[in-house]
T-cell receptor, first 111, second 112 residues
Framework: RKEVEQDPGPFNVPEGATVAFNCTYSNSASQSFFWYRQDCRKEPKLLMSVYSSGNEDGRFTAQLNRASQYISLLIRDSKLSDSATYLCVVTTTSGTYKYIFGTGTRLKVLA | SAVISQKPSRDICQRGTSLTIQCQVDSQVTMMFWYRQQPGQSLTLIATANQGSEATYESGFVIDKFPISRPNLTFSTLTVSNMSPEDSSIYLC?????????FGQGTRLTVV
């Protein structure tokens, strides 16, 4: 079982739609959680951190459920520019501190 | 946030040769990592670059194949040694901020 799992998609949604991505992680001792965005042929860039209380940044809402080891990202009112791969990232300290990336979920927003 | 300059951005290399990738961070960072990303795949951690000591490698990656240097808190190199076509991939360096990770622009390596 992979340490961080995501539905690879692709998710094809029309502009204006609401789309949700899920992510599960296997290490209950994981400490920090993030969503990254990666555009084609570009490096990953931080979209938002994820906190237990949930957090929102404009059209984006992230949730963390530590008991279920589950992270989510909700995108409202999708824009064409939201088309990208969304990576769920978890930090662990098993041995050494490191970032573990999920497989990524591809989103394509259609006009 | 840190800015990371990675070079080369791309290269085409002959099998059996070696390529060294450099990453320069614009501020001192405690931790730096090296990743590989195969086409259509997510990032796989190669190793943690430790300042002043040997890198910590993940399962499946060894120092002889991927020697790493980290002479100070702003610079690291990854060498891909004795390359084969299977090493064709994107290689990314990363530095840890507070608390998120930042990435270099990546090196697209093609081995022919």
């Amino acid at each position: 079982r992979k340490e961080v799992e995501q539905d690879p998609g692709p998710f094809n949604v029309p502009e204006g739609a609401t789309v949700a991505f899920n992510c599960t992680y296997s290490n209950s001792a994981s400490q920090s959680f993030f969503w990254y965005r990666q555009d084609c042929r570009k490096e990953p860039k931080l979209l938002m951190s994820v906190y237990s209380s949930g957090n929102e940044d404009g059209r984006f809402t992230a949730q963390l459920n530590r008991a279920s080891q589950y992270i989510s990202l909700l995108i409202r009112d999708s824009k064409l520019s939201d088309s990208a791969t969304y990576l769920c990232v978890v930090t662990t300290t098993s041995g050494t501190y490191k970032y573990i990336f999920g497989t990524g979920t591809r989103l394509k927003v259609l006009a | 946030s840190a800015v990371i300059s990675q070079k080369p951005s791309r290269d085409i290399c002959q099998r059996g040769t070696s390529l060294t990738i450099q990453c320069q961070v614009d501020s001192q960072v405690t931790m730096m990592f090296w990743y590989r990303q195969q086409p259509g795949q997510s990032l796989t951690l190669i190793a943690t670059a430790n300042q002043g000591s040997e890198a910590t490698y993940e399962s499946g990656f060894v120092i002889d194949k991927f020697p790493i240097s980290r002479p100070n808190l702003t610079f690291s190199t990854l060498t891909v040694s004795n390359m084969s076509p299977e090493d064709s991939s994107i290689y990314l360096c990363s530095a840890v901020g507070s608390p998120e990770a930042f990435f270099g622009q990546g090196t697209r390596l093609t081995v022919v």
